[in-house]
């Protein structure tokens, strides 16, 4: 909210012309390239809560409309692995660490660029198990993470510390 007058401005739109958007007016990409990773990465320092980026980013995924870069979502090597299915886990387990979407963007665009994303890793690479974290300092209820049918696990699962490479 207190980006959107600005994030119109650069985008060059109205607010009428943003709320009249829907997901099937956006591009979801796998970015690979490192310059346009080095734009996501700074879409994300702005917009999402932490801004910052987490440990050991494996995949970067950016979502467009008609060149505007609107979303941003990246996928990680966990820092403890969980072992919902077995130990194994590691070979199959991503985390979903950070993401962010334009403050204009239709409401549903999260949880749409979410499954799309989803459903890009179970085909192109061998992850199938993925995990999340809401925080609740930022009033996160993991919204998105209930429309896309992900199970809660509860406040006291996953890691009670968070780690900080100092390099």
Not at 41 to 63: D, M, P, V, Y
Not at 77 to 96: D, Y
Not at 125 to 150: H, M, V
């Amino acid at each position: 909210v207190q980006n959107m007058k600005e994030d119109l401005k650069s985008a060059g739109m109205t607010a009428k012309y943003a709320e009249s958007l829907r997901t099937s007016d956006f591009d979801f990409v796998n970015v690979t390239d490192k310059k346009e990773q080095k734009s996501l990465k700074e879409f994300i320092e702005r917009h999402e809560w932490l801004g910052n980026l987490s440990q050991f980013t494996t995949q970067w995924f950016a979502c467009y409309h008609k060149g505007v870069l609107a979303g941003v979502l990246l996928f990680n090597v966990p820092n403890a692995f969980s072992k919902l299915m077995g130990e194994n886990t590691k070979q199959m387990e991503r985390l979903i660490s950070r993401g962010a979407c334009i403050s204009w963007s239709p409401k549903n665009l999260g949880s749409c660029f979410l499954m799309w994303c989803l459903n890009w890793m179970v085909k192109n690479t061998q992850w199938r198990l993925f995990t999340a974290y809401s925080d609740p300092t930022a009033k996160e209820l993991g919204t998105i993470y209930q429309a896309c049918n992900f199970y809660y696990l509860g406040k006291k699962s996953g890691g009670a510390k968070k780690y900080f490479n100092p390099y």
